[in-house]
């Protein structure tokens, strides 16, 4: 079956420490997402990609990087200038910027 | 202010309807969303209904849209223990130009046996 597959499930990062998270998508959709939720906020938009190797910033981009090298992976790496990284991490796909979007299971990253 | 607004919380008893309710502000979008979240697990599309249409029924679910008053509704009948979650509503609008969905807060649904 297709989907969108983010690993790993739960991340513990020491300070300083980058980190990064894992999204791949079978879907063959040209467009993909990463989102943070905190409780009670909602999702809000890191960056997303419209097509292979290139990649906008969302609204909260400060402390985030991202590539878009394949069509199938884009990874999300958590630099040491995020200084509240604790969240939930959500990475989506869709086959096109206005089309409905397809979620992965997730990743938790916690400060150690 | 938002874009999407959602009620945080409903409680409904099992078997009774559940209404949960969303306005949103960007009248340009073809089409909304309605996700819904399980604990620790990413948003499931659950509907979505195109501007063009004021209802849209699905099993148990009914999408009611209201494009004067930019009011959205998703209406499931006969709530199981089983539909607790968070339910997202979302609209691909116009705004800045891209069509980057927007996101309510989320409505966390709690039925009680």
């Known amino acids: 079956d297709g989907g969108i597959t983010q690993s790993p499930k739960y991340l513990f990062r020491k300070e300083g420490q980058n980190v990064t998270l894992s999204c791949e998508q079978n879907l063959n959709h040209d467009a993909m997402y990463w989102y943070r939720q905190d409780p009670g906020q909602g999702l809000r938009l890191i960056y997303y990609?419209?097509?292979?190797?290139?990649?906008q910033k969302g609204d909260i981009a400060e402390g985030y990087s991202v590539s878009r090298e394949k069509k199938e992976s884009f990874p999300l790496t958590v630099t040491s200038a995020q200084k509240n990284p604790t969240a939930f991490y959500l990475c989506?796909?869709?086959?096109?910027?206005?089309?409905?979007?397809?979620f992965g299971d997730g990743t938790r990253l916690s400060i150690l | 202010g938002e874009d999407v607004e959602q009620s945080l919380f409903l409680s409904v008893r099992e078997g009774d309807s559940s209404v949960i309710n969303c306005t949103y502000t960007?009248?340009?979008?073809?089409?909304l969303y309605w996700y819904k979240q399980e604990p620790g697990a990413g948003l499931q599309l659950l509907t979505y209904?195109?501007?063009?249409?004021d209802m849209k029924q699905d099993q148990r679910l009914t999408v009611l849209l209201n494009k004067k008053d930019k009011h959205l509704s998703l209406r499931i009948a006969d709530t199981q223990t089983g539909d607790s979650a968070i339910y997202f509503c979302a609209e691909p609008g116009l705004g800045g130009g891209s069509y980057i969905p927007t996101f309510g807060r989320g409505t966390s649904l709690i039925v009680h046996p």
């Open positions: 989506a796909s869709s086959p096109s910027l206005s089309e409905p979007q397809h």
């Open positions: 990609s419209q097509i292979v190797n290139d990649f």
């Open positions: 209904i195109f501007s063009n249409m």
């Open positions: 960007d009248s340009s979008s073809t089409y």
